[in-house]
C-alpha cells in the first residue's frame, strides 16, 4: 500500500500562483511515476501532468504546458506541481497519485495509477 498527502492548495486571483506537494510514503519502491490529476466543478477528471521517477521525466497536458511545473525529489518521495498564471479555469480539486505500471504507456490516464490523494482544492477568483 502506498499512502498519499497532498497539500498546498487555496483561494488565489488570476494570473497568481500556488505550489502543491504530495508526499508519498509506505510501499514506495516500485513507483514507477507520480502525477497530477484535476477535477473542476461538474466535470470529468483530467490529466495534468506526470513525472516518472528515476529519470524525472515529465508529461504535461497541452493546457498547463508553459504555466506549471512538475519536479520531484526522490530523498523526500515528495512531487511539487508549481502552478503559475493561474487562471479561473484550472479552478478544481488536484490530485496525485502513484503510477505503478511499467512503461509509460497508461500515464496519461487515471486507469494508469493504483493509489490516489485526498485531493487539494485550488480556487482561482478573476
Known amino acids: 500500500q502506498v499512502q498519499l498527502v497532498e497539500s498546498g492548495g487555496g483561494l488565489v486571483q488570476a494570473g497568481g500562483s500556488l505550489r502543491l506537494s504530495c508526499t508519498a510514503s509506505g510501499r514506495t519502491s516500485s513507483t514507477y511515476a507520480m502525477g497530477w490529476f484535476r477535477q473542476p466543478p461538474a466535470k470529468e477528471r483530467e490529466f495534468v501532468a506526470a513525472i516518472t521517477w528515476r529519470g524525472g521525466v515529465t508529461y504535461y497536458s497541452d493546457f498547463v504546458k508553459g504555466r506549471f511545473t512538475l519536479s520531484r525529489d526522490n530523498a523526500k518521495n515528495t512531487a511539487y506541481l508549481q502552478l503559475n498564471s493561474l487562471r479561473p479555469d484550472d479552478t478544481a480539486v488536484y490530485y496525485c497519485?502513484?503510477?505503478?505500471?511499467?512503461?509509460?504507456?497508461?500515464?496519461?490516464?487515471?486507469?494508469?495509477?493504483?493509489?490516489w490523494g485526498q485531493g487539494t482544492q485550488v480556487t482561482v477568483s478573476s
Open positions: 497519485a502513484v503510477y505503478n505500471k511499467y512503461g509509460t504507456g497508461w500515464i496519461r490516464t487515471a486507469e494508469g495509477y493504483d493509489y
